[in-house]
């Protein structure tokens, strides 16, 4: 759980920047990265999980044994892609072709590798890079006079529609919301509404432009924090549908432009709670409410809760939220049906989210959670540990689980699998809130990923960063625990028996690993095992030996790409 900072910018339908807390998810001591979960995990905690029935079933990764079960889909690797890197915050992203845009707080940006300060050139709060090298584009550098928080493009791809704070763009006068040609960055002529408050969402059907945020008016006519207008002049329509006692957050549209959900942290919409407590559906001609089931379930709002994303992917709607102090009931992420606006499935995993991006074969999430219990995923750890991306099932395979924690529970709904895939990002210091990665997006090969991070799998990679498919990555994240936790515990049970003993390890994105036992430098024994950094259980192998004979045995560990940690070797005499 985690309150939400008011007054601190926030991504139109990506993540908004959230307070620190006790929980807060600060770069603190009693934060590890996921390699150190692992050590913090006793065996009390994790037979309790176990009795919980939270024990993983299939696992899905980079290379799965079935990616054709809806329960183990192919994942992007854990592979840290080098990208361009920024000086404060990524707040949202947009990708059109092989270009990926950006904007946020941020000054500078500098190549893959290089130190803060080294080798900068100015982005003023946007800035564009190639989605297959991760190289900044030179040719686009419009400037922004305040921070940018939301991007996207038209249905042609003509256009780059930008909201934020801003009041001026490379020179000209555009009151938070800008048309930019994506080629070359300049601020297309005729479409220059004047909106008094933040931009926070924008969505287009290509001729319309709907905006939501936390603005009155846009000109001299009052909008209460949703607008629409002309996509080509910026006329304004007369669709106003009215949300009240709290910001728009995040828009997302129908395949067939009827209909728009809103997400945010407004308690009504039109004067409805039900739908209308932090989410809705519109008519996307008239403003009027539509029957939203969804919120029934999800109610975030107020102050301290509220909805944090919303994105489709051309067939089904998806949405991310937050609660801290009981304002509302849901941290996590969960999917809609268009057809009526009702739960395709919810998962609980408590910690904030942020963003969700609705891949071909995986959905991908952003935040800091903490505990997964409740669909078979990772427990709560004292201290805190963080997992601030995460990537589940496209289809709900399973049933959440009573809450034991004290959470809201939304038991018997329908829930997804949580995979294996497990990249480490860290916290950042761009906007004192102790967070990471903001938001992410991506296409069929790539996922990206922006925020205020400064290291990804322990290296530094600031602010944005991107992975890809195992047939495009290197595919060079193998076993992460070290040799000496692997090393073998040999015993004898019996004359002429040594059984050799050892914990199984784990990987960031290969739950499928193989295990090799090789007695005096000779293969003896090969056997696979499906585990995770929360479940690494006991294996063993029962030798038959001479009776009194000493012989060595050690322990080497494979993922599906060869990638290998070997044990120590260790001698023992049989009995």
Not at 356 to 381: E, K, M, Q, R, W
Not at 441 to 446: A, C, E, V
Not at 494 to 512: C, E, H, K, L, P
Request: charged share 15%; glycine share 12%; proline share 7%.
């Amino acid at each position: 759980m985690r309150k939400l900072r008011n007054g601190t910018a926030r991504a139109a339908t990506v993540p908004v920047p959230v307070a620190g807390s006790p929980t807060a998810g600060g770069p603190t001591a009693a934060e590890g990265p996921v390699a150190a979960v692992a050590a913090v995990l006793t065996a009390a905690l994790i037979l309790s999980f176990l009795i919980l029935g939270s024990m993983p079933r299939a696992s899905a990764d980079s290379k799965p044994v079935n990616p054709n079960d809806p329960r183990t889909p192919v994942t992007v690797t854990a592979d840290a892609l080098p990208t361009v890197q920024v000086d404060g915050v990524v707040w949202q992203q947009a990708i059109i072709g092989n270009t990926v845009y950006a904007v946020g707080s941020f000054g500078t940006a500098r190549p893959a590798g290089a130190a803060p300060g080294a080798q900068t050139v100015p982005r003023k709060n946007i800035l564009a890079f190639n989605l297959q090298t991760g190289a900044l584009i030179p040719g686009f550098a419009p400037t922004l006079n305040a921070q940018g928080l939301t991007v996207t493009p038209s249905p042609d791809k003509s256009r780059l529609y930008v909201g934020g704070d801003f009041t001026s763009v490379s020179g000209q006068t555009r009151n938070r919301i800008v048309a930019l040609d994506p080629g070359t960055g300049a601020v297309i002529a005729g479409f220059a509404p004047k909106v008094n408050g933040s931009v926070r969402a924008i969505v287009t059907s290509g001729t319309t432009v709907y905006v939501g945020g936390n603005f009155t008016t846009v000109g001299t006519t009052a909008r209460n924090r949703l607008a629409a207008m002309n996509s080509t002049n910026g006329v304004l329509s007369d669709w106003k549908p009215n949300a009240q006692g709290g910001k728009v957050n995040a828009l997302v549209l129908s395949p067939d432009n009827k209909k728009i959900v809103a997400g945010g942290h407004f308690t009504s919409l039109n004067g409805s709670a039900k739908p209308g407590y932090g989410l809705g559906g519109l008519d996307a001609v008239t403003g009027a409410n539509l029957a939203t089931p969804v919120n029934d379930v999800v109610r975030n709002a107020g102050d301290s809760s509220a909805i944090t994303s919303l994105t489709t992917d051309g067939t089904n709607w998806y949405g991310t939220g937050y609660d801290f102090g009981g304002t509302g009931n849901f941290e996590g992420s969960f999917s809609g049906l268009w057809t009526t606006l009702g739960i395709k499935w919810l998962e609980d995993c408590h910690g904030d989210s942020y963003s969700i991006f609705a891949g071909s074969t995986a959905n991908y999430l952003v935040g800091h959670p903490h505990y997964c219990g409740n669909l078979g995923g990772f427990p709560d750890t004292n201290p805190q540990s963080w997992h601030r991306a995460l990537a589940f099932g496209r289809e709900p395979t399973r049933t959440l689980i009573k809450d034991t924690h004290g959470y809201p529970s939304f038991t018997g709904q329908p829930s997804p699998e949580l995979l294996v895939w497990f990249p480490d990002l860290d916290t950042g210091t761009a906007t004192g809130q102790g967070q990471g990665p903001w938001t992410v997006t991506g296409n069929s090969q790539y996922v990206v990923m922006g925020g205020e991070f400064l290291n990804v799998n322990f290296k530094g990679q600031q602010g944005l960063v991107r992975f890809a498919l195992s047939s495009i990555a290197p595919n060079k994240e193998g076993p992460r625990s070290s040799a000496d936790s692997i090393n073998p515990s040999p015993s004898s049970p019996a004359t002429g028996q040594i059984r050799v003993r050892w914990q199984s390890n784990w990987d960031r994105d290969n739950a499928n690993l193989t295990y090799q036992v090789f007695r005096d430098g000779v293969v003896v024994n090969t056997q696979a095992k499906s585990t995770t950094f929360w479940n690494r259980p006991t294996l063993e192998f029962l030798d038959i030996v001479a009776p009194g004979s000493t012989h060595s045995y050690r322990i080497v560990v494979k993922d599906p790409f060869g990638n290998a940690k070997s044990s120590t070797t260790v001698s023992f005499k049989a009995k």
